[in-house]
Structures are given as structure tokens and as C-alpha cells.
């Protein structure tokens, strides 16, 4: 793709590494299981940018034609059919050409476009590494989901966040390696941060809530005291180990015992961490949290910076419902104000503190929508054309990476698939793709 810095040539190209390895990321894994060890201390500096990523998901899929890609086509041909046959994307009735209702102009010296919608995004736009010229295979949500966070829209497989933290682990051992923020419950479910046919131990670690009751579920035990508790886990893991000797290799077994000692372990570090009351009056005011629209969004990402500082490798945060069918100008205005400056706090607040370089954070949605209208001023789902941007970690900021059409339907230049995105992600992390493999069922 061209984005991340100092990348080692390779007998196969990534998008390669991951076709031929099933689907996404279907084949691929450490073929050792590391845990606290990482693979990131064997490899040379140079090859590992990032050592977490943040990800902001859009849920439901924004309009990136109407926050980054402006097209002077659309609005000289607003009201207009369609010029070409529509791509196939779902089955409900679209009509002819809408214009953004939005007004964009270019920022920083970069020149990024960016609508008005995101004055904050805007002005740290030369931080930005847009990639206008995304694409995906599928035009549902549920399938769409899980092909951006697992590689697969078809078959189970580990999300994004269980590969990373299978391949290097938590930097913090009293931390899992992998949190998932107010995660959606529908479109695939838990399926988007599940470890899959991995050891359960990868999988996403479930933070809920809003506000100061934001947290992960059931981290005490009101009833017991700590000594009283390492007696029941060093009992109940003594009946599990000797069960273990008698069916050697069963992996669920095995994550369940060293679940409850992470449990055990977290109980310490991160009651600390989700209790964001004591971030000080000029954090909160950057990230928006001191005030409404922005305050619930803005404190899922202070949570997840916390986290993410304290060692955790992947960490999630979900922002909805951007599926705007219908009544696009006054919901993409809403959802808009909600993100914008926690978004730019985020990235601000990373930058500030030295940890942007090595934090790669990503922004984006399942697919983008079309440039017809559908409903009432709403805009269908598109997954054949979309704006996404990374910052920090590895990507070289201020460019703008590939286009759309005349019209933002398709991808017209350096097309980038899902597939693709995430390969570089794992490179900048730093994953050797050759050494990567995971015996499941039989099979690597």
C-alpha cells in the first residue's frame, strides 16, 4: 500500500499471504503459543512500528463522501440518474445523484479534504493517513462486520485483535491482550472479537457501561477476601490440571485455567485504569468528556487510551449508529458532533504524552454509502468505495492514499482491500507473515 514506513520486501505480497492462507486471516498465527513472551523482542526494531492499535469503529458505515471525499460531479449532478448501471450492493430501492449538504475545504499542509461536519478531525489533519480507495466484499452489515474485523465474511475466524494478541501478547501481564469497548451486539456479535478456533485465552475481554460505570464485568468479588480467593482459584485449578492430564492439547481447558488467574491478577491493575474520574480537568475538556454531545464517546476513549498505555496490545472502541437510509443530513450531524472531537483528543492526547509513534490508531466503518439517495435524503450501504484513515504507528502522515470515481461509487485508483488493510496493520506490528501458522482440526 505504500503507508507504513521501512517496509521488508517479501517473496509474496501481503494481500497474497493472506488469500492463500483461507480467507483474511484464516491461516495465520504464531507456531508457538506465546504468552507473556513477545515476538516483537526476537525482531529487528525496524520492522515492528506499532506496538498497540487502536480501534475506532464506526458502526453501521458512515458516509465518507460526505466527511473526506468531496466529488464536484455529485454536485453538478445532483438530482440526475445515475449515469452508469448500479453496482450491486442490497436489495432496497435507491433513486438518482444526492450532493453532500456539506461544505469542505482543504486543512493543514497536506491540503486533506475534510467536511465541515469534522472541525476537530480537520485540524489535526496532517496526522492523518487517509486511504480513499477502500473496498470490501460484502454489502451487508453482519457480513461486512466480520470481513473487517476477522478477514472472513463466510467461515469463523479470529478477530483482528485475537491474531495480534496471540501473535504478541499483553505487555502487561496483569491485562489481557485484547479489549473490545461497548462492542455492537448485533452483525455478527461476539463473532467480531472472538478468538475462534484459537485458544479462548486471544479473545476480546468485554468493556461495558457508560460513563463511570464503564467497565469490565464482574472483575470483583464482594463476597471474598483476596487470600480467601487465591485459595478457591489454586483449588478449583488443581481439579482443572489433573482433568487437563487425562485430555492433553484441550485448549479450552487450558484458557480456562489461566482465566481465572488473569482474572485473579486484573483485579489489581484494572480497577486503576477504568476509573477515569481522576483524568484532570484539561484532558477531559480536550476529549470532549466535560460536556454533552461529546461526553459518553469522548470517555470510551480516554478508557481506551488507559488501557492502551497500561500495555494492552488491541484495543476497540465502538461508536453507532451511523446507517443512515434515511434522513442522512440531520443523523450524520448528530453522530458527527458525538465523535469528532473525541476522535481528535485521542489522537492529540496520544501525540502529547510520546505514545503516538508506536500506537497505530484506525478509524472506520464496515463500508461506506452511495452517492444515490435512498429514502428520505439517505444514502444506502456501499461497499465498492470508502474513506478510511490511520494515524501514528508506523503510517506516514499527511498523504491521501488512492481514489473514487468522478461520483465516489467505486474505487477508480490503488485500490486497497480490507484484506490488504489488515496485512499492513500486521506488518506494522510487526508480524513476520511467513512464520505465522496455527494447527486447528488437523490442519494448518
Known sequence: MGLCFDRSPSPRSRREMLKFSGAGFGGLALNTLLSQESIASKLPPSLARAKRVIFLFMHGGPSTLDLFDPKEALKKNNGKPLPYEKPRIVSSKT?????????FKQHGQSGAWVSELLPNIASISDELCF????????SRHGGALLELHTGSDTFTRPAMGSWI??????????LPGFITINPPSSHGGSGAWSSA?????????????????????FIKNPLNERSQQRKEIDLINAFNKNHLSNFEGNTELESRIESYELAFRMQMTAPEIQNIEDEPDHINKLYGADQKPT?????????ARRFSEAGVRFVQVTHRYWDSHGNLKDEHTKLSKEMDKPVAGLIQDLKQRGLLDETLVLWGGEFGRTPVAQGNNGRDH??????????????????????????????AEN????????????????MDHTKLTHRFQGRD
Open 382 to 411: 456501499n461497499p465498492h468505495g470508502f474513506t478510511m484513515f490511520m494515524a501514528g504507528g508506523g503510517m506516514k502522515p499527511g498523504i491521501s492514499y488512492g481514489s473514487s470515481d468522478e461520483l465516489g461509487f467505486t474505487v
Open 295 to 303: 461526553d459518553e464517546f469522548a470517555k470510551q476513549c480516554i478508557m
Open 131 to 138: 486511504v480513499n480507495s477502500m473496498y470490501c466484499s460484502n
Open 197 to 217: 478456533f484459537l485458544p479462548a485465552k486471544f479473545g476480546g475481554t468485554m468493556i461495558s457501561g457508560k460513563g463511570s460505570n464503564m467497565n469490565i464485568p
Open 95 to 103: 433513486g438518482n445523484l444526492l450532493d453532500s449538504p456539506w461544505k
Open 165 to 174: 494478541n496471540y501473535g504478541l501478547g499483553s505487555e502487561n501481564q496483569n
Open 415 to 430: 485500490k486497497v482491500h480490507i484484506h490488504d488493510l489488515q496485512a499492513t496493520i500486521l506488518h506494522c506490528m510487526g
